[in-house]
């Protein structure tokens, strides 16, 4: 059982930047971030795997970074924010990537990420 929790989450205007974390407190191959929007499904945002090889939603292509330090702890780099990234967003993580939520195992319970026009 891996337990993940996130934080970094809040309030931003247009064009800000959030760094958002995720604490595993075991190893896994892949990790990723997904989010989920009032009224839409759960999408995939990026993941990586425990190498450093990573992808990326076209949507957030160029805008985001996915990052992770000693295989564990997990990052995103949120800049140029739209108001259509607004949504909580889920640390999540298992042993084959990919940006389908039925790929991993364990999700963290999300942190909230809001812009505003």
């Not at 190893?27 to 009032?38: H, L, V």
């Not at 607004?86 to 990919?98: D, E, K, L, N, P």
Request: with cysteine.
């Amino acid at each position: 059982q891996v337990h993940l929790v996130e934080s970094g989450g809040g309030s931003v205007q247009t064009g800000g930047s959030l760094r958002l974390s995720c604490a595993a407190s075991g190893y896994t191959y892949c990790m990723g971030w997904f989010r989920q929007a009032p009224g839409k499904e759960r999408e995939g945002v990026a993941d990586i795997t425990a190498y450093g090889t990573t992808n990326y939603a076209d949507s957030v292509k160029g805008r985001f970074t996915i990052s992770r330090d000693n295989a564990k702890n997990l990052y995103l780099q949120m800049n140029s924010l739209k108001p259509e990234d607004t949504a909580m967003y889920y640390c999540a993580a298992g042993r084959v990537c990919g940006l389908m939520s039925s790929r991993y195992n364990y999700w963290g319970q999300g942190t909230q990420v809001t812009v505003s026009s």
